[in-house]
C-alpha cells in the first residue's frame, strides 16, 4: 500500500505543527517549573524579571508587531502599572492580587486615552506622540511627592511565601511572576487568534484595504493601545511586587527605547518574539557592562547591530529559518 503524502499547508500538517508547539509550551513550561530549584536567588532573580519584561514586551508587540502602530513610550505605562500597585500597597494597604487588576484597568484607562491620537497620527508623528509621554513622566512623578514619593520613591514590602508552599522568597516571587505571565500568554494568544487579531494583522498589512474589508480603523487602533497599556500595567504591577521599590529614574526614556529595541531583536509579530526580547533586554546590557564599564552603552548598541544583521526579522525569525531547515521525513 502506497503512503499518502501530505503536503505543506495540508489540515493534517497544520494540526502536526500545532501539536508541535504545545509540546514545546509543554516542555518549557516544565523547565521553567524546574529552574528556580536549581539556581542561586540571583539567577532566580533574573529570570523573574526575564518574566516580568516578557509580558511588557507582549504587550509592545501587540501594539508595534500586530497593529503596526509604532510607539517609543511603553516605559511609561509599565511605570503607571507599578506606581498603582505601589501607591494602593503604601496607602491603603490592599492584598497583592488586588492591586494586579486595578494596575491593569488604570494602565488600560489612560492607554484608551492616549490611544486617541493613533486614530489620526502614523509613523514618526505617532512616534513622537508617544515619546513625548515617556519623557513628561518621570518629572510628573517628582512633583507629586507626597502620592509618589517625589525622587526617593515608594519602599515596599515583597510578597512573602506562605508557610505551606515550602518556599523561599525568590522562590514564590518567580511562581507568582511564571502563573501571571503564562495567564497573559494564553490570553494574548486567544485575541491574536480571534477577529480581532485577523483586524490588527489587516490594518497592519494596509489601512485603506482594511477600511474597504469593513475594519473600522479607529476602534481598532485605539483599543490597541489600550490592550497594549493593560499588558504593561500588568508588567508594572508584576515589577513592584519583585523588586519592592519603584523610583521616577527607574521609568526614564531609556526604559521605553530598550523595550522596543528588545522586541525588534527578539522578533515582531511572534509570540516567541517577547520571550526572546525579554531575554536580550535583561541579560545583554550586563554582559555589556562586564565587556566595557566605560561605555556600555557602546558595547550594547553594536550587540544590537550584530543581532540585527545576523537575524534581520529578530530572534524568532532566525529559529523559524533554522528549524525549517533540519531535514523531515517523507
Not at 62 to 72: C, D, K, M, P, R
Not at 239 to 268: E, K, Q, R
Request: overall charge positive; proline content about 6%; aromatic content about 10%.
Amino acid at each position: 500500500m502506497t503512503p499518502t503524502v501530505i503536503s505543506k499547508g495540508t489540515p493534517a500538517t497544520t494540526l502536526r505543527t500545532t501539536r508541535l508547539r504545545w509540546a514545546a509550551a509543554a516542555v518549557l513550561l516544565a523547565a521553567a517549573c524546574y529552574a528556580p530549584f536549581q539556581l542561586d536567588p540571583f539567577h532566580v532573580f533574573q529570570l523573574t524579571m526575564v518574566l516580568v519584561y516578557a509580558v511588557a514586551l507582549l504587550g509592545l508587540n501587540l501594539l508595534v508587531g500586530h497593529a503596526g502602530q509604532i510607539s517609543l513610550g511603553h516605559g511609561a505605562f509599565f511605570a503607571v502599572g507599578a506606581y498603582a500597585t505601589a501607591i494602593l500597597l503604601d496607602r491603603w494597604a490592599l492584598p497583592y492580587p488586588v492591586t494586579l487588576p486595578i494596575a491593569a484597568g488604570v494602565a488600560f484607562v489612560l492607554g484608551l486615552a492616549f490611544g486617541l491620537p493613533a486614530m489620526r497620527l502614523r509613523g514618526l508623528y505617532l512616534a513622537l506622540v508617544t515619546l513625548a509621554v515617556a519623557i513628561f513622566l518621570v518629572p510628573l512623578l517628582k512633583r507629586f511627592e507626597p502620592v509618589t514619593g517625589g525622587s526617593m520613591g515608594l519602599t515596599l514590602a515583597k510578597p512573602a511565601p506562605p508557610a505551606w508552599s515550602g518556599l523561599a522568597e525568590d522562590q514564590w516571587l518567580y511562581f507568582l511572576t511564571l502563573i501571571v505571565a503564562a495567564a497573559a500568554f494564553l490570553v494574548g494568544g486567544s485575541l491574536l487568534r480571534s477577529r480581532v487579531g485577523r483586524a490588527l494583522h489587516a490594518i497592519r498589512d494596509d489601512e485603506a484595504a482594511a477600511e474597504v474589508m469593513g475594519v473600522r480603523l479607529s476602534s481598532y487602533k485605539t483599543f490597541a493601545f489600550a490592550w497594549s497599556a493593560m499588558f504593561a500595567g500588568v508588567a508594572g504591577c508584576l515589577y513592584t511586587w519583585v523588586i519592592g521599590f519603584v523610583s521616577p529614574d527607574s521609568f526614564t526614556v531609556n526604559l521605553s527605547i530598550t523595550l522596543l529595541a528588545g522586541l525588534v531583536v527578539g522578533g515582531l509579530g511572534s509570540l516567541s518574539g517577547p520571550v526572546l526580547g525579554a531575554l536580550f533586554v535583561m541579560f545583554v546590557p550586563s554582559i555589556a557592562q562586564d565587556i566595557n564599564d566605560a561605555a556600555p552603552g557602546v558595547v550594547f548598541g553594536l550587540l544590537i547591530i550584530a543581532v540585527m544583521y545576523v537575524a534581520p526579522t529578530g530572534l524568532a525569525g532566525l529559529a523559524g529559518r533554522l528549524i525549517k531547515k533540519v531535514p523531515r521525513k517523507e
